[in-house]
């Protein structure tokens, strides 16, 4: 499984653009990225899953570049209840049975 | 269609009690994973079970720590004989397919060993 590396923490304002990189320096020719988002006293949920270019959901925007050893998760002006922590995954998501490796994450603080 | 659920949401145990931690998968599907999660830390896979079967127990402490996912009902895991260093949140998650990325996650169960 390939590691990822994530800043550890991340301070942005109401209504500002917040983005997170990620470092997935051996990810594998099968591998998918994947973010997870986890409130306080919450089980992580699903935000976004890319393989390459770009992915856009109501959520968010999850940018990869063409070598894919990294990815940017961009949530669009954001509000105070998007703080939380954001994760990076990146496994292969035919493996059976997958099971999901959870980096430490980025705290994201949204400030009013 | 309801999500994943976890009970108890919360629960104390004295040392060497045992702790019965469920989850119910969301409707329809028959994988089921069991991370735990340390204060400060992300989530440590523990276990991954099909309806009546042990696939990866990989993660799980060899003693002291079973799960089961019996044909008829929750998924339990179970710690028998706690000691402190259990103390955190157990989550569960489900998914539709084997391998599927798209894993849902129950609120979790916190365990208090006092």
């Known amino acids: 499984l390939a590691k990822t590396t994530q800043p550890i923490s991340m301070d942005s304002y109401e209504g500002q653009e917040v983005n997170i990189t990620c470092s997935h320096n051996n990810i594998a020719t099968n591998d998918y990225i994947t973010w997870y988002q986890q409130f306080p006293s919450q089980g992580p949920r699903f935000i976004i899953q890319g393989y390459k270019t770009k992915v856009t959901n109501e959520v968010a925007s999850l940018f990869i570049p063409a070598d894919r050893k990294s990815s940017t998760l961009s949530l669009p002006r954001v509000s105070l209840s998007d703080t939380a922590v954001y994760y990076c995954l990146v496994g292969d998501g035919d493996a059976a049975g997958n099971k999901l490796t959870f980096g430490g994450g980025t705290r994201v603080l949204v400030k009013p | 269609n309801a999500g994943v659920m976890q009970n108890p949401r919360h629960l104390v145990r004295r040392r060497g009690q045992e702790a019965r931690l469920r989850c119910s998968p969301m409707k329809g599907h028959s994988h089921v994973y069991w991370y735990r999660q340390l204060p400060e830390e992300g989530l440590k896979f523990m276990v991954y079970l099909q309806k009546e079967n042990i696939i990866d127990e990989s993660g799980m402490p060899k003693e002291r720590f079973s799960a089961e996912f019996p044909k008829e009902g929750p998924s339990i895991l179970r710690i028998q004989q706690v000691v402190r260093g259990d103390s955190a949140a157990y989550f569960c998650?489900?998914?539709?397919?084997?391998?599927?990325?798209?894993?849902?996650f129950g609120p979790g169960t916190r365990l208090l060993v006092l």
């Open positions: 998650a489900s998914s539709y397919i084997a391998g599927e990325e798209t894993q849902y």
